[in-house]
């Protein structure tokens, strides 16, 4: 089946840590999102990739770094310089801009 | 001024009633619209996208984009207790060089048995 699978679906990180959340597509879409929603609000942009080795800040990239190095592939690094942390992480894809795009089930980071 | 725009709800409505869901945009140059249901804890699901300014039926749902007045809604007929979620509105910006997805914050729907 494709789809787009996000990993771990619980990740507890303890403060000063860096960690990465994965995110895989098989669904051969050119472009790759990561949003995050914290409660009771909407999807803010983190970073997006249009194309392989290609990406850029959305609204909110301070502390958090990502990687495009194949299509498929899209892990976004939450680094100890973001202060808040703790929220649902959505990972996305569309074929293309302007397109409608799909999501995987989620990452829900906590700071311990 | 938010870039896209929802009355955060909550909203509620009897079974087998019409839900409206309303959205408001701000970048005139917008091309596409979309609407994603969220149950609570869930990552969101596409229901509907739109393009064109005028309305887009699929089943118990219509998308209704009316461009003159940067207005974007979603009727639910015939509303289910199971329809009961947060919907997002998302607008496909044009600004800058890259069309980015922005998300309202969300409209909650209860539907009552």
């Known amino acids: 089946d494709g789809g787009i699978t996000q990993s771990p679906k619980y990740l507890f990180r303890k403060e000063g840590q860096n960690v990465t959340l994965s995110c895989e597509q098989n669904?051969?879409?050119?472009?790759m999102y990561w949003y995050r929603q914290d409660p009771g609000q909407g999807l803010r942009l983190i970073y997006y990739?249009?194309?392989?080795?290609?990406?850029q800040k959305g609204d909110i990239a301070e502390g958090y770094s990502v990687s495009r190095e194949k299509k498929e592939s899209f892990p976004l690094t939450v680094t100890s310089a973001q202060k808040n942390p703790t929220a649902f992480y959505l990972c996305?894809?569309?074929?293309?801009?302007?397109?409608?795009?799909?999501f995987g089930q989620g990452t829900r980071l906590t700071v311990v | 001024q938010k870039e896209v725009e929802q009355n955060s709800g909550p909203l509620s409505v009897p079974e087998g009633a019409i839900a409206s869901l309303n959205c408001t945009y701000s970048?005139?140059?917008?091309?596409?619209f979309f609407w994603y249901r969220q149950y609570s804890g869930k990552s969101p699901e596409l229901i509907m996208f739109?393009?064109?300014?005028g309305d887009k039926e699929d089943g118990r749902f219509t998308a209704q984009l009316n461009k003159a007045s940067q207005y974007v809604s979603l009727l639910i007929r015939d509303s289910q207790p199971s329809d009961s979620a947060t919907y997002l509105c998302?607008?496909?910006?044009?600004?800058?060089?890259?069309?980015?997805?922005?998300f309202g914050s969300g409209t909650q729907l209860t539907v009552l048995p």
């Open positions: 990739s249009q194309i392989v080795n290609d990406f």
């Open positions: 970048d005139r140059g917008s091309q596409s």
């Open positions: 996305a894809s569309s074929i293309g801009a302007g397109k409608e795009a799909f």
């Open positions: 998302a607008v496909r910006i044009s600004s800058g060089s890259a069309r980015q997805l922005t």
């Open positions: 739109i393009y064109s300014n």
């Open positions: 669904l051969n879409h050119d472009a």
